[in-house]
């Protein structure tokens, strides 16, 4: 336990031991995960399920503690997992009364049960070392078919061990070796050898793995006659549970790119595309949609009816509650049958990102849609307007950040995004319509996928000047290298995803920004970590402080995000 | 409305318009700042009411949302209000039945006033177009003075207006000309002029501004006979409403502190020490204070008694809420009466990052202590250590994030934090102990607020190499320096604040750490952004993925931070 390789790191993680389907740790991420396992299993239900034909029907358990409960996320996930009628899903709530601080009244005397009555689910209440009554109340919340379970069970924190029974000491540390005897002696257990199993118990613990593998059999000969019975469901299964990607989509999504709109309204387009060729992808925003545009059209919403809540559609309403938009998202991921994808407005990553990170940590296939990426949503505010937010997720390892300037970029920045089996990767947008960028002659769509390449070549041998910059500063670049004129002799940098392009090889990257040269940054965002790109002698032009309610082209002059201001302290900067 | 310099921002900000207590505009923020102001006035009724003498018994109404209520941390404040027995807090909820995506029924059916009930408040229903009924909803709010009061009013957005009555599209594009001509009609209001304020209507907004100048002179002449009553406690209040720090607080405070400790056992300390001096200095933890440390000793807790709800102590239960706990702190330190914090490990300041980045957009006097700073918090293992963390809270505008290297610099840090008019300041601290460090002859303990400085001088006119480092990495960088020997000539430097330090003017920057010198970095966390110190020819010592669950020694080794490996990378750099 605890040690370093073990398989019982200091809380579960996923990919690291068998049978373990989330990580959780950080507290309420395990109860919001599951609330996409569940519905996760009731969308595969809905897709493959005939009638005598139940190939979907499993359940989700899960153990919650006051801490879950006490954080926002489970509160979230609550009233998400209520309004889906998530049956299928069963959690047990350890009561123990304790938590690190002390009793757990010190902060927590709210009525969890009426808490999670209000939020639709089947609540009940039990002694937790009263065994027969958990199987009662089990077997109760898995009858309850249309609403989730919560089973309340009122435990004692170090059971039996006579000092340490119901004190917070027993939370995180070990009960120490006179307590373990004394625990032993109180619960008339043998004190020798340390790590006892007797004999009688082996038996019934080898109960439940012969019982998965009749359960797995039987599933199997299922499986073999609902292909035969239906061929066609059957290559949707495989593609659904190999997450089927064409290679050459990106060939086919980023036709007809070139229009001048903004990103989010490309990205609108790219969904439609990805959406008609693969099925297994679905996703929803936090009562953004209509603002980032990720509705897939066609297919309905996920359990929105006003008669028993229905599963076959692709589009989620997660409401205004991106941290269980986030942890949902990651349970669809995590079942390794859907890619799912979660919206909202860039700032509101800040909502999000313990789970964000989770996505990073296990290196599962969510995508984040984040609209309305810079000061240059204008009106609403500095509240609203993300600074930092760019610059804070490129330093999440294991996340990809995308910034696209245009069509052809939103494309291939989306495409990488559904075909990348190493992780998540989150796509940044632009509120505003930006112009479709012309690039040099023998430029490749897949260019982008290098995370950095040239958009606009300098005459001769050696640029006057490098500028580097991401999505709607793109454009900007390219029209003050215009101002610039010949003098400057201006090369243009794209870097639509900075982990893309640092994991190209050096000559590649010496070839698109040289570091000899005289570099500069754009970026309506803070300059934190440019350097890594420009250089400590580059000029780097962002933003290093809040942004203030004005409509765009006011915040554009009123920041110095105009063509001419960007010249001019090109000018200063290259005649210092 | 939503203009450049305007009154009247895209969402209210505190400081920048009369009136507004708060910044909000992210939801749920609102609701839970207003659990921190509601707090604030029952403290300040706790330290100076007196028989006779309601100096502060002021309650704080609120007009809530649909959306405020879905996020988690209005869950997370609701919960603390109710525990807290908040009286004197009235909500008013906007019950429209509209979101942005459409009928909130979408995705929100759950009972909010029986959940609010299940969190002790006190909820009425009314129809929210009927005044009287309102009126006497809120008189009912009023009298209840032991429990948080939730009206919950049905109302229809854009009511009135014929064709955007109950509908999404009126949440956020106004009517147009056509529509709010329609509604005249439909209401019965002249057409013209386009903005009526009714000669009737002038009396009756006179008279609240009538009332409140009663009041406060009423108040002010009950000020004056308590002042003469209690003159003790006159300059008490004084105090806390100046929020008094003496000018030489920290020569105090820093006596003593050379010991070898954990910073966050130093930063214990030091809260003892801040306390005795400085009256309306308060804090808590969320649900971490036996790690943290942060009780101040001697003070009881805030309203955990099992009779009613007591406000004399300086201690904050926050159960597991790390979001409403910034909400909170920042409430109190919108009172301008209060110097408070909120603590929990780094790792979860991902929980409350919307809430610290308000405290440094409003610019209070919030202080966040973070301990845990680092993967050596060993066994938690990933989930539970910061990898990026610092970094991205390096990028928050406004904020200044401290990393101390041992006891003077926690106590220097600290300092700094209770003084700092400017705005919030974030502690990170250490889990594991640290050794204190021996700096050079002329070195006044102040220099630590400059962010930066020299502990390690080299020989001779120039440095073989300037190793900078923060935190747990300052005394491995001297270790390293040591081990390097003569011939590498090294200078070390301490950069507790990136802030402070680049705020400093050039020479003193280039006084500490020369650009023509080799530059390395060393911290155990993202090296993103430290190309800012060290140059991007620098070599930069951090970690760039994810950490594993193993104990504190194995992961020093396994990770390459012990003086020995740090060495060697340094060598290998040089040599190159």
Redesign the interface.
């Known amino acids: 336990f ?5 398989k019982t ?3 579960p ?1 996923w990919g690291h031991t068998a049978g373990i389907e989330t ?5 309420g991420q395990g109860i919001a995960h599951a609330v996409g396992l569940a519905l996760g299993a009731k969308m595969l239900g809905a897709r493959f399920n005939r009638p005598g034909f139940e190939m979907f029907d499993y359940r989700v358990f899960g153990l919650c503690s ?2 879950d409960l ?7 996930a609550g ?2 997992a ?2 889906w009628g998530l049956g299928n899903l069963n959690f047990v709530y350890d009561d123990n009364h304790i ?4 009793d ?12 999670f ?4 689910w089947h609540v009940q209440h039990v002694d937790g070392h009263d065994r027969p009554a958990i199987r009662k109340a089990l077997q109760a919340a898995v009858a309850e078919t249309t609403r989730p379970s919560l089973v309340i069970a009122r435990t004692h924190i170090a059971f039996g061990a006579p000092n340490a029974h119901d004190t ?1 000491e027993a939370h995180g540390a070990p009960l120490g070796a006179e307590e373990v005897k004394l625990t032993k002696q109180n619960l008339g257990w043998p004190e020798e050898p340390t790590f006892l199993v007797p004999e009688e118990v082996r038996p019934v613990f080898a109960g439940p793995g012969r019982r998965g593998a009749e359960a797995r059999a039987k599933w199997e000969n299922l499986l073999a006659s609902w292909k035969a019975k239906y061929p066609e469901l059957a290559d949707s299964l495989g593609d659904q549970l190999g997450r089927f990607v064409p290679e050459d989509l990106d060939r086919r999504v980023v036709e007809g790119m070139d229009k001048d709109a903004a990103t989010r309204q490309h990205s609108q387009a790219v969904i439609q595309k990805i959406a008609a060729e693969v099925p297994c992808f679905v996703g929803g ?1 936090a ?5 980032t545009l990720t509705w897939i059209k066609g297919a309905p ?1 996920i359990g ?1 009816d006003d008669g028993p809540a229905r599963y076959e559609g692709r589009n989620l ?5 991106e ?2 938009m986030a942890a949902v998202v990651n349970g669809l991921a995590l079942t390794e049958a859907f890619l799912p994808f979660g919206s909202g407005f860039l ?2 990553t ?2 999000c ?2 789970t964000i ?2 996505s990073a ?1 296990m290196g599962i296939r969510s995508t984040w849609v984040f609209t309305h990426d810079s000061v240059f949503l ?7 307007q993300p ?2 937010q760019i ?2 997720l ?5 996340l990809r950040v995308w910034r696209p300037a245009d069509g052809v970029e939103t494309a291939m920045a989306w495409c990488w995004s559904v075909r990348d089996a190493k992780g998540p990767n989150l796509l940044a947008l632009t509120r505003q319509k930006l112009p479709a960028l012309k690039r040099p002659a023998g430029f490749d769509t897949r260019d982008v996928w290098r995370g950095g390449y040239i958009v606009r070549k300098e005459s001769g041998v050696r640029p006057g000047v490098v500028i580097v910059a991401t999505g709607s500063e793109v454009s900007l670049a390219l029209a003050a290298a215009d101002l610039l004129g010949p003098a400057a002799n201006a090369r243009v940098v794209s870097v639509p995803c900075f982990e893309n392009f640092l994991e190209q090889d050096a000559a590649y990257r010496e070839s698109v920004i040289p ?1 000899g040269a005289r570099r500069v940054s754009i970026e309506a965002g ?1 300059t ?2 440019w ?2 790109l420009v ?2 002698q580059g000029l780097m032009i962002g933003l ?3 942004g ?4 765009l082209a ?2 554009q002059k ?1 920041l110095g995000f105009t063509p001419e201001a960007v010249a001019e302290r090109i000018r200063g900067f290259l005649g210092a």
């Open positions: 605890r040690q370093w390789g073990s790191p200091g809380h993680e990580t959780t740790g950080p507290l006051d801490g006490m954080e926002g996320i489970s509160s979230e009233s998400l209520g309004r938590t690190i601080e002390g757990t009244a010190l902060a927590f005397n709210e009525d969890v049960g009426k808490r009555e209000a939020f639709g917070s925003s009562d953004l949609e209509p603002s919403p929105i309403h997660f409401g205004i509650r941290h269980a700032i509101f800040d909502y990102r313990p990170r989770l940590l204008g009106e609403d505010g500095p509240t609203h600074i930092e610059s804070s490129r330093a999440v390892p294991g570091k803070a934190w970590g350097e890594r250089g400590d290093d402080r809040f203030a309610s004005a409509p006011d915040i009123g």
